[in-house]
């Protein structure tokens, strides 16, 4: 979902709307490194280029 | 649309009569029971606590605005009945421009309605939250709410912040949304029975 403020994320938004108005809580966490994290990187991204060289 | 903004914004200054007589529609409205409403809440945590976070308490949120979808129960159409605002300041007041702008910008329940406060408020209401409202009045051309049924809950949306860790086990932060259900419905309560059973997939009347 990365950014509530985001146009791309719309749809992703939708869906987590539509289970919490049938009553389930959502909770969609964020990769670290994206939107508001301290975090300068993706840890997975930076796993994955170490091991190609 | 951009000019659309620019008017609103002058017209602002104009808001006082205007207010009063969208704010008694509003509550004229309340009263009838042809409309299923959908609550959206939007709230930001506290920063200085990004890792606690009161989620049984949303009016406790500063700055939340709630956004009102309305559907007629028997209707195919989702339509917007009103939007409001809620404050740490005070528990629940109405924002009649903004019942004007959603209104303005997504199919209304009463066509023919739209005022001079509907230029008026758009301008206030964030880019995102009027997306978000449109996007789930547009559930009906997707046929999603076919699938998912009629909602039952309010939402509150938290925007979360929590401690985890890096790649290299550093400490860090990152950040997610929560959506907390809502409402007078057992199901909303976390008091229903069988409120797995909820989501089951629903016949529909068309053919393949």
């Known amino acids: 979902m990365t950014n509530l403020q985001g146009d791309p994320n719309g749809e992703a938004l939708i869906m987590a709307a539509v289970f919490a108005s049938q009553g389930y809580i959502v909770v969609a966490p964020n990769y670290a490194g994206y939107d508001s994290s301290t975090l300068p990187y993706h840890p997975t991204s930076s796993l994955t280029s170490n091991r190609r060289t | ?208």
């Not at chain 2, 509550?27 to 409403?37: E, H, L, P, S, W």
């Not at chain 2, 939007?42 to 890792?51: H, Q």
């Not at chain 2, 959603?102 to 995102?128: K, N, Q």
Request: hydrophobic share 35%; charged share 20%.
């Open chain 2, 1 to 208: 649309m951009r000019d659309s903004l620019v008017r609103m914004a002058l017209a602002i200054r104009n808001r006082g009569a205007t207010r009063q007589a969208a704010l008694g529609t509003w509550y004229r409205r309340r009263k009838r029971r042809d409309f299923r409403c959908v609550n959206v809440h939007w709230g930001r945590t506290n920063a200085r606590s990004p890792v606690r976070h009161r989620t049984d308490r949303p009016s406790r949120v500063a700055h939340t605005s709630i956004a009102v979808l309305s559907q007629r129960v028997n209707g195919p159409d989702p339509c917007v009945e009103s939007i409001s605002v809620r404050s740490r300041f005070s528990r629940h007041f109405c924002w009649p421009p903004a019942v004007e702008a959603i209104r303005a910008l997504a199919p209304s329940c009463e066509p023919g309605a739209r005022s001079v406060a509907a230029d008026t408020a758009r301008a206030r209401i964030h880019g995102h939250r009027t997306r978000l409202l449109l996007a789930l009045n547009a559930l009906a051309n997707q046929q999603l709410l076919a699938i998912s049924g009629t909602p039952l809950c309010d939402i509150a949306v938290y925007n979360i912040r929590y401690a985890t860790v890096g790649g290299a086990n550093e400490a860090t932060t990152a950040s997610g949304a929560m959506m907390v259900p809502l409402g007078s419905d057992p199901d909303c309560r976390g008091t229903a029975r069988s409120s797995c059973t909820r989501m089951a997939p629903r016949p529909t009347a068309r053919s393949t």
